[in-house]
């Protein structure tokens, strides 16, 4: 017997105004009738070419109904598989035999797919991938008079932000979609709906699950005649990922994720399937815990045979991570967390996580005797000794820590390293977290004399030294520095380097566990007679800059200071240049990183006669735009500058052009301090075409490259139209597609992204 000739779905070319009526009424559903459903399962129809496969596939009864409906109707429309280009695709050469399998491995020799082209035209997407009275129901952002439905994936093809179409034959009514398949299809006479791009690839069934519903997460759902048809609709809807078929309906609901919205469901006459699943064996049951309960965290109860048939429900539940089996009545508990919310110990239950950790347990030299991590508990049971809390730890979401107490061998999970406030002296209580530094302290020169950080405190304990007080500051999340107090020997711990800025404090110590000791060589970059004003952190006194630059660094997101010499007082700033510089004899500022390299390129994006409106940080008296151009440069917020040229005051701004945009002003000049100043491509401009609405502004400009240029230096620009006559530029806020510009004698437009 032949191999089968045909497997993929053909759908009819277009030719003409409406094609749907060619080829005698062929029906594009009682095609794909034949050649995905009977012709795979062996069906021999009484139509020229049309063989089926030599296969051990059975029709049931439905199926067979079907088959011989579908021969009746093609037969009378005279459908063939002669081998010949017809209006329904391409078929094997009848004048020259059909190939044989190949005896060496390689390729399918019978592609359920024709090789897809690299660009594909409108015609052949059309005929791989439409639906016949489908509605791709939504997604619409635009709809046109379209001749037939070739001409309709012909405009989609073109815009950019088009996945798919509808096409209504009764108006010629073209609808572009945003999303692949809309959101979804629904059954609708007289319409035909096409993605830009379908897999047509041969789809493995042995996904599916009979007598399982995968409850929940409904896309939409459908009639269609079978199984394979409701898995093709999936294919071809964005974010399909998983079905449920409904036999005895005939009807198929898709689903936005795997197994549903919280896992499988057994019942009758459904019939459920993932697009991509593991039915590899089950080989983790090694992850078993026996007597173990992991409380909470239910995605689905479900009965099952035995441990092994509840992984495998888990593996195709979305976010199931870990179950829970109770022998009594073989119910299965799925869970959306490894260790669901911690594990119970509970006769006739048996716990597992999909993936676990069964490694020996080699990090007890992380315990810390006669310690306790209070707070930020998971949950707690008893066990026989520290290593068995590891393990439960190992097994449990989101747990850093442990606390083991010896007088009733209670094991405390936590999650974070060190508890909620960090490790407290108990006795008879031992703690750990899963992983530590245990190297020697060797930071000791980070250590700050006579300095406390102030605030930001996790939490504070007494310890031996500064030494001490580092390991416990290692051995609690969060903590970045630490003060010690030497008269009674307190350790702070704190969240923040520096805290919140250094004070000074006699007997206290402080000390960041990373700090810069190295020289301090950016002194250029100070600025003298110039206060950056605000965005204060904390003051000190200091005795030079020297020493502010070292309290700067030592404080977590300082950025620059500004250093008073009347009385010393070093001001640290979280912000590169404060909130804007200010001309003020006696003050010196600077930032931590600065640019003083010759400011010439950037003067090549200066514009002359343009004032950049609005967007203002603050206004500073400069000698002339490169000065400007430097004030600029020392404030984190500043992108722009406008220069008055009649008072030298400089304009430093927070947006590119100002806001909304740039002004024709004598005797202002202005720039970014990036822009763009290549060659202007007027290939992709429009003549008499307007872009209608969505102004930013509008301005005077020679030309429409000057009127490209000026868009390129404005905020949010994205397009321009241009009046020759009046020789006006419109700066436009968005892209327009080629739909919406408006035909206007006189008029250039163009997208700058063209």
Avoid at 123 to 143: L, P, R, S, W
Avoid at 348 to 359: A, R
Avoid at 548 to 576: G, I, M, W
Avoid at 621 to 649: G, L, M, P, Q
Wanted: charged share 30%; proline share 4%; net charge negative.
């Amino acid at each position: 017997m032949k191999m089968i000739l045909c497997l993929f779905l053909l759908v009819a070319c277009t030719q003409g105004e409406d094609l749907l009526n060619d080829q005698k009424n062929c029906k594009l559903n009682d095609i794909s009738i034949m050649t995905r459903l009977c012709l795979r399962k062996g069906y021999q129809p009484n139509l020229k070419g049309c063989e089926g496969a030599n296969t051990d596939q059975k029709l049931n009864d439905r199926e067979l109904k079907l088959c011989k409906d579908a021969e009746l109707k093609l037969k009378a429309c005279k459908f063939t598989c002669d081998g010949k280009l017809t209006k329904f695709g391409y078929y094997w050469p009848t004048d020259e035999p059909a190939p044989g399998p190949d005896p060496t491995p390689g390729p399918n020799p019978y592609p359920t797919d024709p090789i897809p082209n690299p660009d594909p035209s409108p015609e052949e997407i059309y005929t791989k991938c439409a639906h016949v009275d489908i509605n791709f129901h939504g997604t619409d952002f635009y709809n046109k008079i379209s001749r037939s439905t070739p001409d309709c994936v012909e405009d989609c093809l073109k815009t950019e932000s088009c996945k798919s179409i509808t096409y209504r034959h009764s108006d010629r009514r073209c609808f572009f979609k945003s999303q692949r398949g809309g959101t979804g299809p629904t059954k609708a006479a007289g319409h035909t709906s096409v993605n830009m791009g379908c897999d047509r690839s041969h789809t493995d069934m042995t996904c599916e699950r009979e007598g399982i519903n995968f409850e929940g997460a409904d896309i939409r759902n459908i009639v269609t005649p079978d199984i394979e048809e409701c898995v093709l609709l999936c294919k071809d809807t964005e974010n399909c990922k998983s079905i449920t078929y409904w036999e005895s309906r005939h009807t198929c609901f898709l689903k936005s994720k795997y197994g549903g919205a919280s896992g499988p469901k057994k019942q009758n006459d459904l019939t459920s399937m993932n697009m991509e699943c593991d039915n590899s064996p089950v080989t983790n049951l090694n992850c078993l815990r026996e007597g173990i309960i992991f409380h909470g965290a239910d995605l689905k109860h479900i009965i099952t045979a035995d441990e092994e048939e509840c992984v495998k429900h888990c593996r195709d539940t979305e976010q199931c991570v870990a179950l829970t089996f109770r022998e009594s009545d073989h119910l299965c508990s799925l869970k959306s967390r490894r260790g669901g919310h911690g594990p119970v110990k509970a006769a006739g239950h048996n716990s597992m996580n999909l993936e676990c950790d069964n490694s020996p347990i080699t990090n007890l030299n992380c315990l810390r005797d006669n310690t306790d991590f209070p707070g930020a508990d998971i949950r707690n049971l008893i066990v026989a000794d520290e290593e068995e809390c590891v393990r439960h730890c190992r097994d449990t979401e989101t747990c850093a820590s442990l606390s083991f107490r010896e007088s009733d061998q209670r094991c405390f999970l936590r999650s974070r390293r060190g508890g909620q406030s960090g490790p407290r002296p108990q006795a008879g209580i031992n703690s750990m977290n899963m992983e530590c530094d245990n190297s020697e302290v060797t930071n000791l020169d980070c250590i700050r004399e006579g300095i406390v950080f102030h605030g930001a405190d996790i939490g504070n304990l007494l310890a031996a030294d500064e030494e001490e007080c580092v390991r416990f500051c290692r051995d609690t999340e969060f903590c970045k520095a630490i003060t010690y107090r030497e008269s009674d020997h307190r350790c702070f711990l704190k969240s923040m380097r520096g805290g919140q800025g250094p004070v000074p404090g006699a007997g206290h110590n402080s000390l960041n566990l990373k700090c810069d000791n190295t020289p301090v060589h950016n002194l250029n970059c100070l600025r003298e007679d110039i206060s950056f004003h605000g965005a204060d952190i904390r003051n000190i006194v200091a005795s030079n800059e020297e020493e502010c630059v070292k309290h700067c660094r030592d404080t977590e997101n300082c950025a620059s200071f500004t250093y008073r010499l009347s009385d010393k007082r070093c001001f640290l700033k979280n912000r590169k240049g404060g909130n804007g510089p200010q001309k003020a004899n006696g003050h010196n500022s600077m930032n931590m990183h600065c640019d003083n390299s010759p400011v010439t390129s950037s003067l090549l994006c200066l514009r002359e006669d343009l004032w950049f409106v609005n967007a203002d940080i603050m206004n500073i008296i400069a000698t002339d735009e490169e000065a400007c151009a430097r004030y600029c440069r020392d404030n984190e917020r500043c992108v722009a500058i406008s220069f008055r040229k009649h008072d030298h005051r400089c304009y430093l701004k927070s947006r590119e052009g100002g806001q909304p945009g740039p002004q024709v002003i004598d005797g202002h000049n202005s720039m970014n301090m990036e822009c763009d100043n290549s060659d202007v491509d007027l290939s992709c401009a429009e003549e008499n075409d307007n872009f209608p609405g969505h102004d930013i502004l509008n301005i005077l400009r020679e030309d429409l490259e000057a009127c490209v240029r000026i868009c390129r230096d404005t905020t949010d620009c994205s397009a321009v139209s241009y009046d020759e006559i009046q020789k006006r530029c419109f700066l436009k806020r968005k892209s327009f597609e080629w739909w919406e510009k408006v035909s206007t004698v006189n008029y250039w437009s163009m997208n700058l992204s063209c």
